[in-house]
Every structure is written in C-alpha cells, then in structure tokens.
C-alpha cells in the first residue's frame, strides 16, 4: 500500500455501499462483516494447521461422501456459530451438512437472508500448504419475515443473489465479494486485524492466455471438448498455445482467472454425467462474481445464474472465464 494512502476497511466499504440506497438497512453489510469475522478465525488456524493436529482427514464423510478434512468440519462449525449469532442471518446451507439449518430465535426467524457456503473449498491440498479457501452466498429469503427459513429460500437461481464471494488463504488473505454494484477485493491487514480495499471494481480481461482444467480427465469428456483442449494445446494462425494452470482449488483458480483473465471449467465426464461441483456452494458463487465482473459463465447451454435449482447439493458442469476465451470454448462444445 503506498504511503498516504487512505485506507479504506471492509465495513468502511460496505457502509458507503449501503448509503446509495435509501431503503437500505444495513443487514447485507452486517452479514458481510460476520463472514470476514468467521473467515479471520479460520484463517488463523489455516495458518498454524502443522504446529497443531489439525491437518489430515477427519475419519468421516460429508453428504456427497468425500472424505473430510479436519479443518473442513472446524472451519464449518466456525462459520455456522458466528452466522448463528448474526442477527441478520435466518439460517445456513452448508456443502458439509445433509440438509440446510434454520436458527429459530427470534432475531433470526425476522432476519431477511439466508446463507449458503462452502466452508474450506479446495481442502484436499490442505496437506501439502496449497491456497484453499471459504466460499459464500447470500440471498434474500422468500419465506415470510418472522418464521423459521425452509428450503425455497435456498433454492434460488444466482440472479437472485444478493451477494456472492470467497476468501483466499494464500501468500496473503484475501475476501473478495460482488454485489450488482461490482466486485472488490479486500487484504487482510494482520497488522490491525483488518480486510482492507486492495482490489478496486475489479474486472475480469476480456481475453487471457490460460486454461485451466483437471486436464487428466480428458479421455472421458466428449469429443468437442477434447477439440477445444487440442485448440488451446496447439500454435495457429491466431494464437500460440495456452498456458495451462490448474490448482485443483477452485477458489485459487477462480482468482488467478478474476484477476489475469482465463477460463476455468469443470465439465461433465463419463463419470460425473452431470458434473461434479455444487451449484449452489460453488458454481453460482463463483459465476456471479465473474458476470458482475464483465466475464461469462456456462453450464455448456446456458448462464450458470439461470440455472433452476431443485436440490441443495445439486452438481453442474460448469465453465467460468474471460468473455471472448469463453466464447471459442462454447463454440467447440455447444
């Protein structure tokens, strides 16, 4: 940060935001306050995670029947303890748990959105110190203010959405989120314990030279995909071949692909007919934050945001990234 500049914290931001609608009451930048809270206190324990016995798999399985991790389930009991104690949060969605969590106090039964995360994304490079990080959604219930939440209000295509975006634990930490106003990324400053404004109205490339994708997987994608990936491979009269960078977190990709542009995709296969990340924890998160951030999004057909919702861990092929990248990638798979 350069000398004399104001800085400018995460509710500092929220609050200006807040102030350029007259109806506004506060609640979005209270629930984006508590999900930075949630997100230090992980964050602090990401970072001691060797000198403590809290990396390696948990010894259970979550709803989808991967293994977890132990920091997944402590970073998940974190994130819903601080939001149960919002007094803007009616309830949780959570990739970790079976069904979704209705806080029935009374606070919580007149609060006005709900919301949904994926706690520690990317948790299987936990071990070996690679970024990971916490994903989340926030809608607008469509139950009645004053009783307890049920499951229509999580089920909500992403042009609902209120708010959407992730955290980072990388080489710094940082909390990126967008609303229809835009997208903006904030460091966390250890310093004064602080997210500050770091990445101002951020806007994904209209192109970008990297692809990234578990490239091992090709032999089971359809043909028109494996033509696209042959594209990026190869040198033409266009272009010479892609970069290919791949992470294997979707929010360490997702980043890389807001900030230098890109396309990130996850795509059906032979065995996961219809894609293996949740629509609702990943997918519509991370797609509207590309949109409102001049990028694009697909399931192969159509926006991720116009997706109809009929489950909470619903799984969809999903395709993220640069506006012109995007596009030659649905013209070999459309």
């Known amino acids: 940060m350069k000398p004399g500049k104001k800085i400018i914290t995460l509710d500092e931001f929220t609050i200006e935001q807040t102030r350029l609608f007259s109806k506004a009451t506060g609640g979005l930048s209270t629930l984006l306050r508590d999900i930075g809270l949630a997100s230090k206190v992980i964050n602090e324990k990401v970072n001691k995670a060797g000198l403590v016995d809290i990396i390696g798999a948990q010894g259970t399985e979550n709803v989808q029947g991967e293994q977890q991790m132990k920091l997944d389930v402590y970073a998940d009991d974190i994130m819903i303890r601080v939001l149960k104690t919002s007094v803007d ?27 949904l995360f994926d706690p520690l994304d990317g948790s299987s490079n936990i071990d070996v110190n690679a970024s990971i990080g916490t994903i989340f959604s926030i809608y607008r219930r469509v139950s009645p203010v004053g009783t307890p939440v049920v499951e229509a209000d999580f089920l909500q295509s992403g042009r609902k959405l209120m708010a959407a975006g992730y955290v980072i634990y990388g080489s710094s930490t940082m909390m990126v989120y967008g609303t229809k106003l835009g997208v903006n990324g904030f460091t966390l400053d250890s310093s004064i ?15 970008g030279k ?8 090709t032999a089971k994608y359809e043909q028109g995909l494996k033509d696209y990936l042959t594209y990026c491979m190869e040198d033409n009269e266009d272009k010479k071949a892609l970069t290919h ?12 692909t807001l900030i230098k542009g890109g396309i990130f995709f996850y795509p ?16 519509n998160p991370m797609a509207f934050l590309a949109e409102m951030a001049g990028g694009k999004s697909s399931d192969g057909e159509k926006s991720i945001l116009d997706i109809e919702p009929t489950e909470l861990h619903q799984r969809v092929p999903v395709f993220i990234g640069s506006e012109n990248m995007m596009d030659k990638a649905l013209s070999f798979i459309s």
């Open 89 to 115: 949060c009616a309830g949780i969605a959570s990739e970790e748990n079976d069904d979704f969590i209705a806080y029935e106090d009374e606070y919580s039964c007149n609060a006005k959105y709900v919301v």
């Open 210 to 217: 990297i692809y990234s994708v578990n490239q091992g997987n």
């Open 268 to 283: 059906a296969d032979r065995n996961n007919a219809t894609g293996k990340l949740r629509l609702q924890y990943e997918c």
């Open 193 to 207: 314990g602080e997210f500050c404004l770091s990445h101002k109205d951020m806007q994904v490339p209209k192109d």
């Open 245 to 256: 960078r791949y992470i294997g977190s979707m929010v360490a990709d997702m980043h890389r």
